[in-house]
């Protein structure tokens, strides 16, 4: 008696798993067909063709960022294409909507995104390095910080220099650690303007700030946590193209 439903149990089973991978396939078909890089989802196999497409067709360059304190202003580099798109891609998306300054390290850096990144549906991927010796951490440097320096850049956290001035010797002996050439305008914007040497060669700088660098010092001086780098009070943020 119990057999006639067995078997109708197993041919619904049957049928469902049908209907799943047929479903799986015109998926994949739509994913594979779709050319709006706005889009595609970007792995880490299709990242530098997705974001290059994206670039060419999004020329923007400047950028406000919103603070309690008012509007920070920045350019980002043509000379470092693909985090210039990601970047412009993310505000776009609406990433940098509801963001914050999470992360201050007085007389270097502020850091920004999303602390907690479990909720947002993140894409999986990370940016090739667009490291040039042009762009390095003078003070009000914008950059891409990465988890691990054999890996990219990762496009959800970004931070902005606010450093200290240093003495030439200091410049010298920290870029000799780097073993890379120190240029004549780099060692002049440290001992004058100020900035991080020591980040230099390990994260790219794409862009900088051109208004507001007063307020970097600002947000910087916010008290902190004891004993963490994370400010007492959120210090929201949200990013447009004006």
């Keep these: 008696m119990n057999c006639p439903l067995k078997l109708s149990f ?3 089973l049957l049928v469902l798993s049908v209907l799943g991978v047929l479903l799986s396939c015109e998926t994949k078909k739509v994913q594979e067909t779709e050319t709006d890089p706005a889009k595609i989802r970007i792995t880490k196999h299709n990242v530098e063709q997705v974001l290059t497409q994206y670039g060419e067709e999004h020329k923007d360059s ?3 960022i919103e603070t309690p304190y008012g509007i920070i202003k920045a350019v980002l580099y043509t000379k470092t294409p693909l985090h210039r798109a990601s970047f412009i891609r993310l505000i776009n998306k609406g990433y940098f909507d509801s ?5 201050l390290v007085p007389a270097m850096v502020i850091q920004g995104g999303h602390l907690d990144k479990r909720r947002m549906g993140l ?5 090739p390095h667009e490291i040039d010796p042009r762009w390095f ?3 009000g440097a ?4 990465h988890r691990d320096e054999s890996e990219g850049s990762s496009p959800y956290d970004f931070y902005i220099v606010q450093g200290s001035v240093f003495r030439e010797d200091s410049v010298r002996s920290i870029n000799k650690d780097t073993g890379y050439p120190l240029l004549l305008k780099q060692l002049k914007t440290y001992t004058t303007v100020g900035g991080v040497p020591h980040l230099d060669y390990h994260y790219t700088v794409f862009g900088e700030v051109i208004e507001g660098l007063n307020l970097v010092d600002s947000i910087a001086a916010e008290p902190l946590e004891e004993n963490t780098e994370h400010p007492k009070n959120r210090i929201s943020i ?5």
């Design 10 to 12: 197993r041919i619904q």
């Design 62 to 64: 400047i950028i406000s």
């Design 99 to 103: 963001a914050d300054f999470y992360r």
């Design 123 to 127: 894409e999986n991927y990370e940016i």
């Design 137 to 139: 951490h003078k003070r």
């Design 142 to 145: 914008l950059a891409m910080a």
């Design 238 to 242: 949200r990013i447009t193209i004006p």
